[in-house]
């Protein structure tokens, strides 16, 4: 059997090549907010969780999770799906 090996991403690099992101609120159904849908199509979103170690990490794409942040960058995040990217450095977002 062979072991899945996660591929990493770090933070610096995904901005690097895809701008400052700002960070998203949800103030409805994610279903129903336009503008969220628009910018998951344009695959711009980044959903940050913490792992049980506590660390934050991120994930290209929208994952609805109790206590996630989200990210919106100025392109697509197309090169770093199915990467999990570390590092986040909150002073390199955008308020």
Known sequence: MKLLKTKTARFAQ???ECGKPGVYTLWQKPSTDRHLQAELKKNRVMTILKAE???DFGIAGFKES??????VFPKSLKPFVD???VGID???VRE
């Open 14 to 16: 995904v901005i690097e």
């Open 90 to 92: 909150w002073t390199l």
């Open 66 to 71: 109790k206590g996630a942040t989200y990210l």
């Open 83 to 85: 990467k999990r990217v």
């Open 53 to 55: 170690s506590g660390t």
